[in-house]
């Protein structure tokens, strides 16, 4: 089973940039589509964005041209860069396979607070 460890979450000032990492343990995540999501209070868990193994991307609408996914497969690690960060991208944001696939465990996930 696939262990994630989401890190790089804080607080910030609208217009601020953050840097999310996601580490996986074991091989799967070489070959497998990775993809960020968020959760905010009282609010379903929304898809952000994904990448596939060979490196595509895609973004949910509201994150298009702010944030940028990517991947390091030797490192077995994701990446979520967040820039011009809005209010409204406050939540807990979490890392696992994509839409479609079967996930992994869910991490604890990271805090990120944007202030206005």
């Known amino acids: 089973q696939v262990q994630l460890v989401e890190s790089g979450g804080g607080w910030v000032q609208a217009g601020g940039s953050l840097r999310l990492s996601c580490a996986a343990s074991?091989?799967?995540?070489?070959?497998?589509?990775m993809s960020w999501y968020r959760q905010a209070p009282g609010k379903q868990r929304e898809l952000v964005a994904t990448?596939?193994?060979?490196?595509?991307?895609n973004y949910a609408d509201s994150v298009k041209g702010r944030f940028t996914i990517s991947r390091d497969n030797a490192k077995r690690t994701a990446y979520l860069q967040m820039n011009s960060l809005k209010p409204e991208d406050t939540a807990v944001y979490y890392c696992?396979?994509?839409?479609?696939?079967?996930?992994?465990?869910w991490g604890q996930g990271t805090q990120v607070t944007v202030s206005s």
């Open positions: 696992n396979t994509s839409p479609g696939l079967p996930t992994w465990s």
């Open positions: 074991g091989t799967f995540f070489i070959i497998n589509p």
């Open positions: 990448i596939t193994s060979a490196g595509s991307t």
